[in-house]
């Protein structure tokens, strides 16, 4: 007699509505799975913003979502250096948490999802190979019982500090993060002379005195500003820090709407899934870029990757697929998360090499190549001659062979 299959209220139940999770949640929605995504209604993750154009087109995100296009950026180094780097025939889009995220959930649910307000408390692998998850309702009373689904598979996009992760993956708890605090203000008016401020440039600041091992930002947002700064030292004051900031961008007197803050991962899990039936991605799967600390495009990635997985183990029941996840992600961006992670541990470890990273970046072929690569989201491959002179600058500078403050505006064209 063949036996019945298990009864199960969602094919998967997506805890976290932030990119990762809504993207997810959109997918297997679109692919005729039962989805509930659970999120925490009203949490503003600190964020710089920045989204490059291969999101908007990968992703279908309309136009009136961007609240400001980024046509250049200003790095600061600690000397007090200001190094221009326009962004030639593209932009940075920027967009607002706030309501980004919320379009993001809301496409899900007109996908097929099913949205439910609450926090994930824990989940049970239960003997009949279905998942019990427990969860509390955001409006629910103090004593009354956690809400129970039953599903079929579990994903986790549920921050750097995933609930989710630190049940299923062993180490996830141990991912190293960056702390991230941001202000959210007031953009100055046209006109106010009180601030160097341009609602089209994004500065970054790479000193000591703002961050000791990241670096600080002011990005335009359209009416507002995130100013904000990032350090993985816990005895550094990001307050304080953030006041500085401010001070030193002439910010210090605009309006404040409000401040966030929150642990951002810089180091993906060598392990994204529980071999079962339990999944994680975004945040909660450590990939967001080294060095930059750009997280929206990679965690829609990393959402709609995992969510094929999730489809293909709900078809074979084979739990091998689940890894796929990671391994195609890897696939396509590791490269770039390696390189950028030995840039972070190198250039950001003293304000003399910060010194000399901003003086890298004056050369006309390492903005060139950085911005392609940005906007596309890949390495350059097409200019092996502008390669090879970066890479013998980049030895240049450190040799010490190079002054950081001399200039390397007199490179010749990548082209």
């Known amino acids: 007699m063949m036996?019945?299959?298990?009864?199960?209220?969602?094919?998967?139940?997506?805890?976290g509505g932030g990119p990762a999770g809504a993207t997810a949640a959109s997918s297997l929605a679109r692919d005729g799975r039962r989805v509930l995504l659970i999120d925490k209604d009203g949490r503003i993750k600190?964020?710089?913003?920045?989204?490059?154009?291969?999101?908007?087109?990968?992703?279908?995100?309309?136009?009136?979502?961007?609240?400001?296009?980024?046509?250049?950026?200003?790095?600061?180094?600690?000397?007090?250096?200001?190094?221009?780097?326009?962004?030639?025939?593209?932009?940075?889009?920027?967009?607002?948490?706030?309501?980004?995220?919320?379009?993001?959930r809301e496409r899900a649910v007109h996908d097929g999802a099913t949205r439910a307000y609450g926090t994930f408390d824990h989940y049970t692998s239960d003997d009949d190979g279905l998942v019990t998850l427990f969860y509390k309702r955001k409006d629910a009373a103090k004593d009354e019982p956690l809400e129970r689904v039953r599903t079929r598979a579990v994903m986790g996009c549920d921050g750097a500090r995933s609930r989710v992760a630190a049940q299923a993956v062993d180490g996830a708890e141990r991912i190293p993060c960056v702390f991230a605090y941001h202000e959210i203000v007031r953009?100055?008016?046209?006109?106010?002379?009180r601030a160097d401020f341009d609602a089209?440039?994004?500065?970054?600041?790479?000193?000591?005195?703002?961050?000791?091992?990241?670096?600080?930002?002011?990005?335009?947002?359209?009416?507002?500003?995130?100013?904000?700064?990032?350090?993985?030292?816990?005895?550094?004051?990001?307050?304080?820090?953030?006041?500085?900031?401010?001070?030193?961008?002439?910010?210090?007197?605009?309006?404040t709407v409000r401040c966030e803050g929150a642990p951002i991962?810089?180091?993906?899990?060598?392990?994204?899934?529980?071999?079962?039936?339990?999944i994680v991605a975004g945040d909660a799967a450590g990939i967001v870029a080294p060095a930059s600390g750009e997280g929206i495009y990679y965690a829609m990635e990393g959402g709609k990757v995992a969510a094929e997985a999730v489809s293909e183990f709900l078809v074979t029941g084979d739990a091998r697929a689940l890894a796929t996840a990671r391994k195609r992600f890897m696939k396509a961006h590791g490269r770039v998360f390696w390189i950028l992670g030995m840039m972070q541990y190198f250039w950001y470890s003293s304000d003399k090499r910060r010194e000399r990273f901003v003086s890298i970046c004056d050369d006309p072929d390492v903005q060139r190549l950085t911005w392609q690569a940005y906007m596309n989201k890949k390495l350059v491959r097409a200019k092996p001659l502008a390669h090879m002179r970066i890479f013998f600058k980049d030895l240049a500078h450190l040799l010490g062979l190079v002054s950081p403050q001399a200039g390397t505006r007199a490179s010749s064209d990548a082209s």
Not at 270 to 277: A, P, Q, T
């Open 187 to 193: 953009s100055p008016q046209a006109g106010d002379t």
């Open 200 to 255: 089209q440039r994004c500065d970054v600041y790479y000193q000591g005195r703002v961050s000791p091992d990241f670096y600080g930002w002011v990005f335009p947002h359209g009416p507002n500003t995130s100013i904000g700064v990032g350090s993985a030292n816990k005895g550094f004051s990001l307050r304080g820090a953030t006041k500085t900031l401010r001070e030193t961008a002439g910010l210090d007197d605009v309006e």
């Open 46 to 104: 600190p964020c710089g913003g920045a989204v490059p154009p291969r999101l908007i087109e990968d992703f279908d995100i309309p136009d009136e979502l961007l609240v400001a296009r980024i046509k250049s950026a200003k790095m600061i180094a600690p000397s007090g250096r200001q190094v221009p780097m326009p962004i030639e025939g593209g932009y940075v889009g920027m967009v607002d948490r706030e309501h980004f995220d919320e379009w993001l």
């Open 3 to 15: 036996q019945a299959t298990p009864k199960a209220d969602f094919d998967c139940v997506v805890v």
């Open 265 to 278: 991962p810089l180091k993906p899990l060598k392990r994204w899934d529980d071999g079962r039936n339990v």
